[in-house]
């Protein structure tokens, strides 16, 4: 790398003359061993930061007794990680800065293959707290997109840049990158953006709702006071079965009801009930048709969140194993047969829920997206849990799985 074509270094060698008095004067004195080191202390002085990161891999070269200009040919094993470990080290060495001067992208240049994410995740969430752009600041806001490109597009920290998102495009917008780049992700990468979703729309129904019904009279303000819970508004309100209003975009609603799925901690399942509840008071005329089993959305959620918090368990199981008897996976995929495994091992049924999925349908015999993303368990997983293994073994054996089946004798 050169530092020609770099424009975040704050000086340029050639606004300094005297630089190169020193360097002349140091290394008749000291070597170059001395002069790269007088020269690294100036650029670090002068924030000169793309230029220091060439002088180190200079430097690097030198000490290794390689040849300070073009390739430096076959290495052998030993030298090529002390250069690769040099090579890192100046990256941080000039990553942090950059990042700290505002310079994300440049920064995150070097810090890519040098740096842990969490320790990236972290800097960025201050430089969002730090540096919060306004509408006529244009450099803040480019650092803005340059944080996000990071945090969510590339993986760093999505919850982080799913709620920079949030803050700067809407809700719409953030719904649309959730499905773009957090959706491929592993269950466990996904839960804390989509939570950040979910937050985020149930204190905007809250607050609408809350202020319709104290505007319209239907609740006192003393008691809109005393609660954060959506459905204790509605209970106050008589809940708004028959009533036409509506208080945020029924598409988020039902987007985020779908996306809250993979959660699972209490408070934020809580919440997805809630929303759920407020869903099915909803006009009929104002809402769309999920997939199997959600065709209607606000309902199915409602079974199945209140199920994973332990409310109407009978009533939900009985909804869900109709859906995955009656589904069509032509039609369906396996999202019915998925659901039912998926709540009967939440549900603490491991044995249930392994016959389940032993009875679920092959889609073109590739594994299903829960599967794939780690939402569901393995077959060996739930049947060690169902204390069920000779079940699975007899499956295995008329399945002809003999990789299952050898999966089962180890530990």
Known sequence: ????????????????????TMLTSTAAAGGPTAMFAALAESLKARQRWHALFD????????????????????????????????????????????????HVAA????????????????????LLLRDAPSA??????ARLQEIIQIALW????????LSAVLASQGTCNSITAYEQAVSRLPAARQQQPAGVLLNHLFRELFQSLAADL????????????????????????GGLKDDPSFHVDVSHLQSVLRIARVCTDRPTIEKAWELAVYGCRLPEEVTYPGEAPFENVAEASRLFYGALLGRDVD?????????????????????????????LWR?????????????????????????????????????????????LRAACRSRGDEITFAATFTK
């Open 1 to 20: 790398m050169t530092d020609t074509n770099n424009t975040n270094d704050t000086t340029n060698m050639a606004d300094t003359p005297d630089v190169f």
């Open 55 to 102: 002088l180190r891999l200079l430097q690097a070269r030198a000490a290794l007794g390689l040849p300070t200009t073009g390739d430096v040919g076959t290495l052998d094993p030993a030298t090529r990680d002390r250069l690769d470990e040099q090579s890192l080290a100046a990256c941080r060495e000039v990553g942090w800065p950059l990042l700290d001067e505002g």
């Open 107 to 126: 920064g995150w240049m070097y810090l890519r293959a040098a740096a842990e994410p969490a320790e990236v995740a972290d800097k960025l969430a201050a």
């Open 136 to 141: 006529d600041d244009e450099a803040a806001a």
């Open 154 to 161: 590339e993986g760093i920290d999505p919850a982080l840049g």
């Open 214 to 237: 104290e505007r319209r009279g239907l609740v006192p303000a003393e008691t809109i006071a005393g609660t954060t819970s959506i459905t204790e508004l509605l209970a106050a309100a």
């Open 315 to 343: 009533e939900a199981l009985r909804y869900f194993r109709r859906a995955a008897a009656t589904a069509r996976v032509e039609e369906s995929g396996t999202l019915p047969a998925d659901t039912l495994v998926y709540l």
């Open 347 to 391: 549900l603490g049924r491991p044995a249930e829920a392994l016959h389940a999925a032993l009875e679920r349908p092959a889609e073109n015999g590739m594994p299903s997206g829960m599967q794939i993303s780690g939402m569901l368990p393995s077959l060996v997983e739930l049947a060690r849990q169902g204390n069920a293994l000779d079940m």
